[in-house]
């Protein structure tokens, strides 16, 4: 069965730090992963999604994610947070080539201090 | 392009009672996805929707159940509501002629509150 542990229910960093939201994925078969987020009162947006292809994924807003399968994770990073980037951080995985329903994590809050 | 809309936006519910939520998939996209997100939790997947049937189901009771249109629309029935049901309430369209991963595309969701 596929799940997604994610590392810290809330996170805080500074404006223009280095922004690491952790995540590790368990599957039975080679997974398609995401990140989404979501801001308040809103639904979710992808930030972006591996699927198989580089290990390093870029998306939207300046994050990016590496695939690592020898640790099952996929951490999300930003160089340099922006206070517009405070909002919750969702990991999610599918199983590939089986089916299309999502398993999300927890998700992680990240607040942007001035 | 208008993308995944939801109706109503907030809804307030008695126990027990039944309720209907509806949602539009983006334009092009064929297939629908709900998902209930309990408060400081993820989305958790209820069903799935494709060609007017379930394709797929989360471990939700029979009490959920939905339905999809021939326009590709669809809607989420809960009955006897209980409290534990207050959640925001997503769909999420996609394409399944597109192939995987089939990039999901969310709603603003559906604020439910039940008392």
């Known amino acids: 069965a596929q799940s997604v542990t994610q590392l810290g229910s809330h996170v805080s960093v500074s404006e223009g730090a280095l922004v690491l939201l952790r995540c590790n994925y368990s599957s039975s078969v080679p997974p398609y992963l995401f990140w989404y987020v979501q801001y308040p009162n809103q639904g979710l947006q992808l930030l972006l999604k591996y699927t198989s292809a580089a290990t390093l994924v870029k998306g939207i807003n300046g994050f990016e994610a590496e695939f690592k399968k020898s640790e099952t994770s996929f951490h999300l990073t930003k160089p340099s947070a922006h206070m517009r980037d405070a909002a919750e951080y969702f990991c999610?995985?599918?199983?590939?080539?089986?089916?299309?329903?999502?398993?999300f994590g927890k998700g992680t809050r990240l607040h942007i201090l001035p | 392009d208008a993308g995944v809309t939801q109706s109503p936006t907030h809804l307030i519910k008695t126990r027990g009672q039944q309720v209907t939520l509806r949602c539009s998939p983006k334009?092009?996209?064929?297939?629908v996805s709900w998902y209930q997100q309990a408060l400081g939790q993820g989305p958790q997947f209820i069903f799935q929707?494709?060609?007017?049937?379930?394709?797929q189901r989360g471990n939700f009771p029979d009490r959920f159940s939905g339905h999809q249109f021939p326009n590709y629309s669809s809607e989420l029935n809960v009955n006897a509501l209980l409290l534990g049901d207050s959640a925001l309430y997503l769909c999420?369209?996609?394409?399944?002629?597109?192939?995987?991963?089939?990039?999901?595309?969310f709603g603003p969701g559906t604020r439910l509150t039940v008392t």
């Open positions: 334009s092009g996209h064929d297939t």
């Open positions: 999420a369209s996609s394409h399944k002629a597109g192939g995987p991963p089939y990039e999901q595309y």
């Open positions: 929707y494709y060609e007017e049937e379930e394709r």
């Open positions: 999610a995985v599918s199983e590939m080539n089986r089916d299309d329903k999502i398993i």
